[in-house]
Structure formats: structure tokens, C-alpha cells
């Protein structure tokens, strides 16, 4: 482990001094924290203050008992302008002296006898409660002290006024003395009005009463729509029943009329939205809540940032490292969003188990110069995109790379925006770490292999394979909000669609387009037969091969093959081929791009296991004949001219026979079109709907996202989003387990990185990242 390595201790004074610096550097946070705090403080409440002061200066400058007395009317009792008289204006004096007297001590101006009056109502704003039933009547807040005061105490200034006010308002109310009142005091309403707008925020959090039982249980059903109607029950039946729940409340209700053009669903879902939305507003709720991050990322300058997290890397020449790598590159070219490529990164001893002609690298910057220089090479622009790395180890029984740790971690939390997961159930098998959904706004998956096939042809494959689908089906479903399969040879995962979101290197286009011009001059383009071109592994299509040939040798006496491609079974495959005598020729792996490989007319490709082939529609590019089985993984290239396929053995020979005595037909435009990684770019944004996320200015996507009035929150999380949260909360407690992790595949020490991925990566070691806390 990274911790076994640990700097020598020169003395305990250094430890001490190590550790006062700690501590005081910890206590000065706290008090800069503390301090901030204060002073925010101090600031609303003199903000408070100034504005309860202006508040009563426009009461006293409006109100007409600071006016001279009007003629009282003949046969009026004389009580009320001598209550006037003798009880408020004296009062009121006395608070300008008082007032007066505490500017002097404060250093402000003195108030001048004509001037407006204003004095600090905080205390009475506090004190005065409005009970509001409209009767005019008011109580006196108790204040709270010590724990010890049981007993409230009043302030004999509110006191005073609360007993002048309630009696001046008696007998305004049984007196027509003052013609100008209307049978109400406007002193008292004008005083009232006042108080209420200063405690207008706190009062706003109480007036709103709690949802009952009728409304819960008609969002509950709003809510449950889709399951409902799975259950035959119609839509319509379900409005009325929430029509019915919800219109108990319709006439203690006060919300905005909605648009005449909504139907009375609709104005109902709304006015239930905006209700549910009050109500949590006022108890201070926010959406963020345990299945969420608090944190989410916030467009700085009008661009996104798209992280594209890929299970393989250049050199290995796979689908995994290379189409995500064109993905990268042309998704850059937009202004709208920054790109990040986060591709593993292996200790020197898996790279000689992975890569090719025995390159390795000694630091990921040597990596990133290699990936950069062979992309560059192949299309015809800059790319701008940056290429982060994560560490991972190498599996000989599954020959694929597993994520050490929580791939999640390196990704910045300022630039985790959108994340595009090329193979998400490969990457979240053992995903021991933060939920992608949580730290992300949209989260896409890529689902580029069919493990299900690959996994039968394994000893007791039938029982692996049903494991396996259904962890696919979990981990899809808890760490992705949209899957594109790219065929329907994939399993069939949780909101996935199907499209072919792959292009062909332009490399490929451009000997395609040579390849044509030749043959237009007459000259002759092919003068080699037929080729097959992939991995050297059985499950790669070469069962299928050696099969079909030693099935029909005679059929096809002429026939001969050429195989390039390494692998795990190189010197099984061989071997089963020279025992069974077929006219096959085995050469190392080449790129397809190579110039030996331009001369073939024929690839024959009779892989099953394929997703989608990149070496199919990279010889279709070129120009050349394929053949391929009738299968879903080739549905795509079914509508080219030159891709023959078939769906026996019999068909097969035919099809060999007619592409070889025949010449293939030029791309048209659109052809060629629909194999560019400017097409598939396209589809990409269409079927992963990328691009109404990027056209949202808000940065929100699924959570987060704002409404114009007042925002749509849920009372209770929609029940897919609690199945998808407890799934999640599940697979983390399972990976988290050792025991539970090699029981059902993983790489020994895969839950944290290593201590040479820590040296190589210069990360901290996983015990310091995340430590144990503990007695």
C-alpha cells in the first residue's frame, strides 16, 4: 500500500509544530467563518432597523392625530379628542425625545420638531403580533430569554400603546366624530398595515397551511399515471379521480386564473404543482435532497462540458478506444461544449499484456502525445479536447480493463456536467463511488458489446449469462438517464433506443473515394480475392469461419483466405485450421488502414458476437464487398448495395461465389454521408437528446430545472427515482465488500488503485483521499 512508505520522523518538536500549525490554522478558518458570519448579521439588522424607522415616520407624518384637532360636531362627546390629547400626543413626544437622545449618544443628528420621526420598531415589530381574524384585535408576543424566565415580560411602551390603540378603536367605532374615518380609525388600520409589511417575510412562511390527506393522495395518483394505464385504466379516469381528490380545496385556494386554452386537467395539475411547491417552499425544502449532490455545476461562459468515460485506450486497437476518440474530436468542433476524454491508464506490466509490438509508456503525458499524433494522422482538423486519465487494471479471464476506484473521482466537480459512459454497465460492475447521476446533470450510456454473448460460450455460460443481464439491467438503470445501443444484438437495457451513432475513420473515405477515381480511369482498383480482418480470439468470428469453410471445402475448391489479427487464441486457431486443411493464410494484425490491405475486393465477416462492426462499415467505405450474416448487429449496413449477406451455410457459398466473379458498386453521396462521424455526430445528438440539454441555458437537465413562477417540486421523489436511488444505494453496499467482489469476478484490490497507479497518476494514496475515522 501507497501508506507502507512514510517520511522519517526527525523529532517530537517537529510533530508538535506540525500539529499547532494544523490547529491554529483550523481555529483561524473557524474565526474568519464566525466573523463573516457577524457581520452578515449586523447588517440585516440594521437594515431591519432602518426600515421599521422609515415605516413609522410615515405613519406619524400621515396620521391626522398629529394634525390640528377638527371641529368636533355639535352634541359629540368630547372622550375621543381628549383621549387624543392627553394620552397619544404626549407619548408620542416622549418617544422623540427618547429618540432624540439616543442619536446623541450614537453620534447622528438630532430629529428637528417638524421633521419626520423615526425610531427602531424592532422590538415592537417583534412584540406586536397580528392574530388575523379581522376583527382588529392584537396580543403581545411573549419575549424570549433564559431558560430559567419562565414567565414573559412586556414592554410597558407596547403595553401602553397596545391598551391606547384597542380603546381609541372602541370608541372610534361607536362615535361618528371624525367624519374622515368611514367607521374604522385609519391611525389603527394605517398602523396595523405597517406592522404587517414588516414582518411580511416571516408571516408569508406561516400563512401557508399544510397539505391534507386529499391532495397527497391526488399527486399520488397523478403520479402513478404510468402504472396505472400498464394496469388498463384509463387516463381519463385517472384526471377525474384526481380532479375529484384536489377540488375539496378549490375554495380555500387563492392561485392565479389559468389560460382559458388548458383543459381543467391540466389547470388542476398546475394549480397541485404550485400548491405542493408553496408548501416545501415554506418549510425551507430543496430538491437537493439525499439522492442528490448538493452541488451541481453552473454554466460560467455559455459552454458545456461533456465528459466522454471510455474502457479502453490507444494503442490497443479496439472499438472501445478508438470510436470514442473520433466522438471526442467532433463533438469539440461545436462552440457549445468543452470536451473531455477519460480514458485508463495501465501499470507498465498490463500494458505489455495490451498493447500491440510491445509499446508501453512510462507517464500518461507520453500516452497523450501517442493518441494525439495518431488522431491527428487521420482526420483533417485541430482537435481541442483534453485527455484525462483514470487507473485501471487489466482481467486475462474477462481480456477487458476494470476501473480501479471511483472513476467518478477524476472528473472535476466544476466540470461534471454531462458524462457520456461508453460501456456503462462495463464501467459500474464494481463502481465503488459516487453515483453518476448524482454528480451529473445527464448522464448518457454507450452500450458498444454484447457480453451476453460472449458470456455462453464460457463454461456454465447459460446460468453466467442470466446474472449478468440482470446486473446489467440494475446498473444501467441506477447510473444512466438515456442508453443508445447502436444495435439490437445488445440487451435490452432500461431506457435505451437504438441507432447507430458510429463513423468510419475519414481515412477510410478518402481510400474509398482513390479507390473509385481509379476505377473510373479504367484501371484496375482490386487484385486481391478475399480477407478477414479482427481480433484473434474464438468468440471474434472465427468459430464461425473455420466452421463454414470446413463445411463446404468442396464447394469451394478455389477459395482462399487471408486472416490478419493477435490474440489470446492465435495458436489455437491456427492449429485447428491446419488440422482440418482449409486454404487459410494467418498473418499478424494490421491497421485496416494499411496499404496491403487496399488490394482486397472481399471481406468476409461471419461474426455474430459483434455489436456493430467497425471493420464492416470501414470496408464499406473503401468500396469493398462484405459479407455477413443476416443478423441484427448488421442491420445497419443491410441497405448498401455492396454488403451481401446470408442466412445459411448454402447462402454463404453463394454469396462468396457472386462477389468474387462480380465488382462492387460506388458509394453515392449519401452513402457515403451516412458513414461519416459528421452523420453519426448527428445521430448522436438526436437519439441521446444532447442537444436540448446543451440548449438549456439554466445548466439543468433532469434535476434543477426552473420554472418561470415558482418551481415544480414533488412532495415525494417519483417512485422511479426512489427504485433507481435504491438500486444505486444497493450496488454501492454490495461493491463496497471485498469478499462480495472477488465471489463474483473482480480483480483482487480493484475497490482503490494501487500504490504504482498512485506514483504513476501522482494521486494521493486512497487512505489519505479517504480515510477510516475511528478509536
Not at 360636531?73 to 437622545?101: D, H, M, N
Not at 398595515?193 to 390527506?213: G, Q
Not at 494467418?586 to 485496416?592: A, E, I, N, Q
Not at 504513476?760 to 475511528?774: S, T
Request: hydrophobic share 35%.
Amino acid at each position: 500500500m501507497c501508506t507502507d512508505e512514510t517520511p522519517p520522523v526527525t523529532g517530537g518538536r517537529d510533530r508538535g509544530g506540525g500539529a499547532f500549525a494544523f490547529i491554529s490554522k483550523g481555529w483561524r478558518e473557524v474565526r474568519d467563518s464566525a466573523t463573516a458570519d457577524l457581520q452578515l448579521m449586523r447588517a440585516r439588522a440594521d437594515s431591519m432597523r432602518a426600515r421599521a424607522d422609515r415605516e413609522l415616520a410615515h405613519l406619524l407624518a400621515s396620521a391626522p392625530s398629529l394634525a390640528p384637532p377638527p371641529p368636533v360636531a355639535a352634541g359629540a362627546p368630547i372622550a375621543e379628542v381628549e383621549f387624543v390629547r392627553t394620552r397619544i400626543q404626549p407619548k408620542i413626544q416622549e418617544l422623540r425625545r427618547q429618540y432624540s437622545s439616543q442619536a446623541a449618544l450614537d453620534g447622528r443628528p438630532a430629529v428637528p420638531a417638524g421633521a419626520n420621526l423615526r425610531i427602531d420598531l424592532t422590538a415592537i415589530r417583534k412584540a406586536v403580533v397580528n392574530e388575523g381574524d379581522g376583527a382588529g384585535r392584537w396580543r403581545i408576543a411573549r419575549w424570549k430569554g433564559d431558560r430559567a424566565e419562565e414567565e414573559a415580560k412586556e414592554w410597558e411602551v407596547v403595553r401602553m400603546i397596545r391598551s391606547g390603540l384597542k380603546e381609541f378603536e372602541r370608541r372610534s367605532l361607536s362615535s361618528d366624530v371624525f367624519a374622515g374615518f368611514r367607521g374604522r380609525n385609519e391611525l389603527v388600520e394605517k398602523f396595523k398595515l405597517s406592522l404587517k409589511s414588516l414582518n411580511k417575510e416571516d408571516m408569508e412562511s406561516k400563512e401557508v397551511p399544510p397539505l391534507d390527506l386529499p391532495e397527497i393522495l391526488a399527486d399520488l395518483v397523478r403520479q402513478s399515471g404510468p402504472f396505472l394505464d400498464q394496469l388498463g385504466i384509463r387516463r381519463d379516469l385517472c384526471d377525474k379521480l384526481v380532479e375529484m381528490l384536489y377540488s375539496k380545496r378549490n375554495g380555500r385556494l387563492m392561485y392565479d386564473s389559468h389560460s382559458a386554452d388548458k383543459s381543467l386537467s391540466e389547470n388542476i395539475y398546475d394549480e397541485l404543482d404550485l400548491r405542493i411547491a408553496r408548501v416545501l417552499e415554506s418549510t425551507g425544502y430543496h430538491e437537493e435532497g439525499f439522492w442528490n449532490d448538493p452541488v451541481k455545476y453552473k454554466i460560467s461562459d455559455n459552454r458545456r462540458q461533456v465528459a466522454i468515460v471510455t474502457t479502453a485506450s490507444l494503442p490497443w486497437m479496439t472499438g472501445t478506444s478508438i470510436n470514442p476518440l473520433f466522438r471526442a474530436a467532433y463533438l469539440a468542433r461545436s462552440a457549445k461544449q468543452k470536451v473531455t476524454l477519460v480514458v485508463p491508464w495501465l501499470t507498465k506490466s498490463d500494458q505489455e499484456l495490451v498493447y500491440p509490438n510491445d509499446i508501453t509508456f512510462t507517464s500518461p503525458e507520453e500516452q497523450e502525445t501517442y493518441i494525439r499524433n495518431w488522431l491527428q494522422e487521420r482526420i483533417g482538423f485541430e482537435p481541442d479536447f483534453k485527455i484525462s486519465f483514470y487507473p485501471g487494471k487489466f482481467s486475462k479471464e474477462r481480456r477487458s480493463i476494470i476501473p480501479a476506484g471511483d472513476t467518478s473521482q477524476f472528473i472535476p466537480s466544476k466540470e461534471a456536467d454531462i458524462a457520456i459512459l461508453e460501456e456503462p454497465e462495463h464501467l459500474n460492475w464494481y463502481h465503488h463511488g459516487k453515483r453518476w447521476t448524482d454528480k451529473f446533470n445527464h448522464v448518457i450510456g454507450v452500450v458498444h458489446t454484447n457480453y451476453l454473448e460472449y458470456i455462453k460460450r464460457e463454461k456454465n455460460g447459460a446460468l453466467q449469462a442470466f446474472l449478468v443481464k440482470h446486473i446489467n439491467n440494475w446498473v444501467t438503470r441506477a447510473y444512466c438517464h438515456k442508453v443508445l445501443r447502436l444495435s439490437a444484438a445488445t440487451q435490452d437495457l432500461p431506457r435505451s433506443v437504438i441507432c447507430n451513432v458510429h463513423g468510419v475513420n475519414p481515412k477510410f473515405l478518402s481510400i474509398g473515394d482513390k479507390i473509385a477515381a481509379e476505377r473510373e480511369c479504367g484501371q484496375k482498383a482490386f487484385s486481391k480475392g478475399a480477407y478477414f480482418l479482427g481480433k484473434m480470439v474464438w468468440a471474434k468470428g472465427y468459430r464461425e469461419l473455420i466452421d463454414l469453410l470446413s463445411k463446404h471445402k468442396n464447394d469451394l475448391v478455389d477459395f482462399k483466405l487471408d486472416a490478419y489479427g493477435n490474440g489470446e487464441d492465435s495458436e489455437a486457431v491456427q492449429a485447428t485450421a491446419r488440422k482440418l486443411d482449409l486454404s487459410i493464410n494467418f498473418f499478424k494484425g494490421r491497421d485496416h488502414a494499411d496499404c496491403a490491405l487496399h488490394g482486397y475486393k472481399v471481406f468476409v465477416n461471419p461474426s455474430v458476437s459483434d455489436v456493430l462492426c467497425t471493420a464492416t462499415a470501414e470496408a464499406l467505405a473503401m468500396g469493398k464487398f462484405v459479407i455477413c450474416a443476416d443478423h441484427p448487429s448488421n442491420d445497419f449496413f443491410k441497405s448498401f448495395p455492396n454488403c451481401l449477406t446470408y442466412k445459411t451455410s448454402e447462402e454463404f457459398v453463394t454469396r462468396i461465389k457472386e462477389a468474387m466473379t462480380s465488382e462492387p458498386q460506388p458509394l453515392t453521396p449519401e452513402q457515403r454521408y451516412s458513414l461519416s462521424w459528421e452523420a453519426a455526430t448527428e445521430r448522436f445528438m438526436e437519439y441521446s437528446e444532447l442537444n436540448k440539454v446543451l440548449n438549456d441555458k439554466n445548466g439543468q437537465s433532469r434535476q434543477g430545472r426552473k420554472i418561470n413562477k415558482v418551481r415544480k417540486i414533488p412532495l415525494l421523489p417519483k417512485l422511479s427515482d426512489v427504485v433507481d436511488g435504491g438500486l444505486a444505494f444497493a450496488h454501492h453496499c454490495l461493491t463496497g465488500n471485498e469478499i462480495l467482489r472477488l465471489a463474483t469476478g473482480a480483480i483482487p484490490g480493484t475497490r482503490d488503485y494501487d500504490k504504482q497507479q498512485c506514483m504513476d497518476l501522482n494521486l494521493l494514496p486512497p487512505q489519505v483521499q479517504h480515510p477510516v475515522y475511528g478509536w
